[in-house]
């Protein structure tokens, strides 16, 4: 009953930038917590950044001094800059949404870092 609506991914060379855009059709009342995943290849999703609850940031210790999250509340969406770019940061990148009603995954946007 959410529907997340992502946007970014692309191809970039090592050292460049792209910023994700994830926006969601719940209401931010709803929203617990929203942030990004992702998914390497031949590897397990995991978490990259992610506001919790109580409005504090989590980050992957590889994306710590070069990702940087950050959300519009009003438009529901949180944003995801992610600059110095690495070839190990090539994956699909997944929005993840946590409501009052449930959990709710984007369908994923590739980001692929070339050497």
């Known amino acids: 009953q959410v529907q997340l609506v992502e946007s970014g991914g692309g191809l970039v060379q090592a050292g460049g930038s792209l910023r994700l855009s994830c926006a969601a059709s719940?209401?931010?009342?709803?929203?617990?917590?929203m942030g990004w995943h992702r998914q390497a290849p031949g590897k397990q999703r995991e978490l990259v950044a992610t506001f919790t609850d109580t409005g504090n940031t989590i980050y992957e210790d590889s994306t710590k001094g070069r990702f940087t999250l950050s959300r519009n509340s009003a438009k529901n969406t949180v944003y995801l800059q992610m600059n110095k770019l690495k070839p190990e940061d090539t994956g699909v990148y997944y929005c993840r949404v946590n409501t009052v009603g449930g959990d709710y995954w984007g369908q994923g946007t590739q980001v692929t870092v070339s050497s």
């Open positions: 719940a209401s931010f009342f709803s929203i617990r917590t």
